[in-house]
């Protein structure tokens, strides 16, 4: 019943703040990242033409299935066969670059050519590769996503919606550190190889440094120098843009520990852009607070260990991990109780530290887990039948000792008679044959 109450709450006062969120752009979504939730939506699960956001799932497959320090050689047809008017690093055939390098130039600066030499390193083909992406976007449930390419370069049957990029997104946020480290920086420049440096010299043989021309994000949500579109709140992910497709970008930002996506296709300009992401992400923090459910270190019970030893047997069970919830802002987290599983084998000893069960509390569908730990030690004491059995034992061979030390003593003691009785018989005999001796000799 609490749980529907909520529910129905959150709904109404979602229902009336919607009105309240102007968005021009044709197609949007507001996601937490926490729990997933739909907080605004705009024909969202329309497909549509989602040009280099793209990327992020490209970025996702390449995670998956390569290391960072990878080093990966460009092929003359991955970096020839990006449009003329599309954004390049100039990567040249037979350059060798790290897969962290690709990832960066590909989704700081949107490097076309980087997302293709990606591409066929990890499936072979552009064509294997767009397989695997269509795979990957269906595991992560998405419904209207079919891509053609790594890049998402103008083709009319290359689709999106936003719905699907925020899955994208929220996956690669939740599980790839080095996505965020990358989606969240502003400046970068690809290393300048011997291949580049060799083309450079040859085009401009006055030069007296070599360079790269992509040096900054195409994200101005997070360039302080932008300040125009700058958004302090704002911590990453990917812009698009091509004529069909107009202005897109998938946008994360965090304030007071609430984390929100803002996905929007098909935007005219990047004023209306920032107006649109700034306008979802405001209304999302105004509706959404980040609370602690439980705090490390809490006591949550004690319990008597029935082995312990006595007067010490009992077990302070505390919580490890503290757990923060995104909650609607009129809800307490007081007011969500846990689930505390206590393992079946708790018994002393018992060290300090030492898991000894699980607590879980359900909020919105989302589930949050900390271990629980012992808070102290127990000793097991010493059981008063085993104690009993082992002084019974002790006496016993005790005494099995005894008897056989007299034992021995006692045929010691025969065998000592014995030999004196033989050695008295033995001298008795000679001293009767001599006296038998000498008189037979006196009377002969």
Known sequence: MKKFFLFLLFILTLGSNVFAVEVSSPRAILIDVDTGRVLFQKNAYEATYPASTTKVLTAILVLENCELDEMVTASATAVNSVYANGTTASIQPGEELSVRDLLSTMLIHSANDAAYVLAEHVGGTIDSFSSMLNAKAKELGAKSTYFLNPNGLPNTKHKCSAY?????????????????EIVSTVNYTLPITEKYTE???NQYPDATNVIRYLNTTTNH???????????????GIKTGYTDAAANCIVASAKKDGVELIVVIFGASGWTNLRNDAVNLFEYGFGILKSEPLAISGTTIEKITIENGVKDANTLDVIVEDTLYATLHSQEDASSYTPKIALNSDVSAPITA??????MTY??????YTSNLIAGNSVEA???TIEVATNTV?????TILKLIFWCFIAFVLFIFAIVLIR??????RQRRRSRQRYIYNNRFR
Do not use: C, H, W
């Open 164 to 180: 699907d990029m925020s899955l994208f997104a929220r996956y690669a946020m939740q599980n790839f550190p080095v996505f965020r």
């Open 393 to 397: 034992k002790n006496v016993f061979f």
């Open 381 to 383: 004491k010493t059981p």
């Open 199 to 201: 083309l450079y010299m």
């Open 221 to 235: 949500l997070i360039n302080p120098n932008r300040t125009s579109y700058y958004y302090e709140y704002a911590t």
């Open 422 to 427: 033989a050695y008295i018989m033995t001298k």
């Open 362 to 367: 359900t909020v919105n569908d989302a589930e």
């Open 353 to 358: 530290g030492q898991v000894v069960g699980t």
